[in-house]
């Protein structure tokens, strides 16, 4: 009864921009962190930025400097903007959210979404 929902996904040419979006909803009562993972066929899922509800940010080694998460509390939506984007950031990005439901308002547990793919090429 949570679904995570991503879009902005799309092929960008390699030194361009895009911006993901991911919107949770459904019986929420509390969210902690909510965070952005990618996987490239061949590769295992790997954590791209993360953010809490207190705003502390993390990233990927890979991509600090060029992506920045962001987060719309009242809106349960996470961001991820991703610039000078590069061939290797080719993957599916999957966003995640760490949360407790309202029939279970103590307990936390991670939820994923489908997945968008983001695709670098010339």
């Known amino acids: 009864q949570v679904q995570l929902v991503e879009s902005g996904g799309d092929l960008v040419q390699p030194g361009g921009s895009l911006r993901l979006s991911c919107a949770a909803s459904?019986?929420?009562?509390?969210?902690?962190?909510m965070g952005w993972y990618r996987q490239a066929p061949g590769n295992q899922r790997e954590l791209v930025a993360r953010i809490t509800s207190d705003g502390s940010t993390n990233y990927a080694d890979s991509v600090k400097g060029r992506f920045t998460i962001s987060r719309e509390n009242a809106k349960n939506t996470v961001y991820l903007q991703m610039n000078s984007l590069k061939p290797e950031d080719t993957a599916v990005y999957y966003c995640?959210?760490?949360?407790?439901?309202?029939?279970?308002?103590?307990?936390?547990?991670?939820?994923w979404g489908q997945g968008t793919q983001v695709t670098v090429s010339s």
């Open positions: 459904g019986s929420i009562f509390s969210i902690n962190a």
């Open positions: 995640n959210a760490r949360l407790s439901t309202l029939a279970r308002r103590s307990v936390y547990l991670n939820y």
